[in-house]
């Protein structure tokens, strides 16, 4: 698993540095859009049935204003709508960056 050396804020994006020399540059909205929380993505019950999710799925005008490491898997960004309960992880992280340039 590539872990990130670096992180930093350039502007509108998250620019990260991994461990295998890759970078990769993330738009803050799109960031938010994609937070992998049950908030923004939904979770399903036993039955199948969705329960959340149902919220915007554009985030103009927002920002990352911080974020931390949880573990050695993830990690978590405060944005400037108060959200921070997504937990990113690394792999996700490289997926988000891998399907913007397709």
């Not at 804020?9 to 998250?14: A, D, K, Q, S």
């Not at 036993?46 to 898997?73: A, C, E, H, M, S």
Request: proline content about 6%; charged content about 20%; aromatic content about 10%.
């Amino acid at each position: 698993m590539h872990t990130p050396v670096n992180i930093q804020l350039i502007g509108p994006e998250v620019a990260i540095a991994w461990s295998d020399g890759t970078e990769t540059y993330h738009p803050m909205e799109r960031l938010r859009a994609a937070s992998p929380s049950a908030e923004t993505q939904g979770e399903r019950d036993i039955l199948g049935r969705q329960y959340g999710g149902d919220g915007p799925k554009t985030f103009p005008g927002v920002t990352v204003l911080g974020w931390q490491q949880v573990g050695n898997y993830a990690i978590c960004f405060s944005f400037s709508d108060g959200h921070r309960t997504g937990l990113y992880s690394f792999d996700y992280l490289r997926k988000l960056a891998a399907d913007a340039t397709a």
